[in-house]
């Protein structure tokens, strides 16, 4: 096997390789530079399920109210709507019809038996960093005591749920394959593509760099809050993502059944990514970049002499 090292003096020192951190299937499949153009949402929506059955889940009930059972615990199932507040993260969820004025950041809930009660969300994980937080664009849900539970004067009204989250302000690898993207696929997978996003703190960087991904977890076109100011209508929504830690995902935390294994794969089916293993690369290169900065290694001549 090759091995290059990087030297210290080198003026283009860069963060330590993702592939310490990451599969390198992972960190090369989200090197991929590509953009593929996806479905317009419309005013009508496509008339699909809003929830497509994966295999395992071909007996259970289709309806609305699955999807607050799989993606939350406890709260009130009668009013259908639910929140799950971790020190990481709250997301909150509704099987009830809802509206979305995306101008001003408001989740109108029509319920029947509660007076107005307003949960503000944060839609991004790491709550409990307060700095953060200060970036994050809050999302107003506001259950609403009306008469009927349908929502009126839509602008669009379309026929499957919707997820909202912030798509954060940060450009490094790590904590958007961490914070964002990992989230995202436990939070979206068992839609079958059968959803909206609705991002907030929008950055077109972030729409095209991980098109692929977006694409394949939603049939639809990302509804950009910042350029898009109408109102949305739909059956049902999650304001926020799931998130099992960093790097993270366990197949006993809800919503359940998704494995690590299962994000590889979808990563390689998404880039179409043909090799499976390093090992299957005549003659791979090991590559260790050397940081001055933050983060540097202590023993890296010692790392060099082991990978030799």
Not at 46 to 65: A, I, V
Not at 235 to 261: E, Q, R, W
Not at 274 to 282: L, Q, S
Request: aromatic fraction near 10%.
């Amino acid at each position: 096997m090759e091995m290059e090292r990087v030297s210290r003096s080198t003026p283009f020192i860069t963060i330590t390789c993702c592939c310490l951190l990451l599969n390198p299937l992972t960190y090369a499949a989200f090197l991929a530079v590509y953009k593929t153009p996806s479905q317009q949402w419309t005013g009508t929506g496509t008339g699909t399920p809003w929830f497509s059955k994966s295999p395992e889940n071909r007996g259970q009930d289709d309806s609305l109210k699955f999807l607050l059972e799989r993606l939350v615990t406890g709260g009130d199932r009668a009013s259908g709507f639910a929140c799950d507040v971790a020190p990481h993260l709250v997301v909150c969820v509704s099987n009830q019809q809802v509206k979305i004025e995306t101008m001003n950041l408001k989740v109108h809930v029509p319920i029947s038996s509660y007076n107005q009660t307003e949960t503000m969300v944060q839609p991004y994980a790491r709550q409990e960093d307060k700095a953060l937080m200060k970036w994050i664009t809050p999302v107003h849900v506001l259950l609403q005591k009306m008469k009927t539970t349908t929502p009126v004067n839509c602008n669009y009204t379309h026929n499957v749920p919707i997820i909202v989250f912030s798509s954060g302000l940060n450009v490094n690898l790590f904590h958007e394959i961490s914070e964002i993207v990992i989230p995202l696929f436990i939070t979206a997978r068992h839609f079958g593509s059968s959803v909206h996003l609705m991002v907030t703190d929008y950055q077109p960087w972030f729409a095209q760099k991980y098109s692929r991904i977006l694409t394949r977890l939603s049939r639809y076109q990302v509804i950009d809050t910042t350029s898009n100011a109408s109102d949305h209508c739909f059956p049902g929504a999650v304001v926020g993502l799931k998130y099992h830690g960093n790097l993270s995902l366990n197949p006993d935390s809800i919503p359940g059944g998704h494995t690590m294994l299962e994000f590889k794969e979808f990563l390689r089916e998404t880039y179409s990514l043909k090799i499976k293993n390093a090992k299957e690369i005549d003659k791979p290169t090991l590559l260790l970049v050397s940081r001055k900065k933050s983060r540097p290694f202590e023993n890296e001549d010692e790392m060099v002499g082991m990978m030799e």
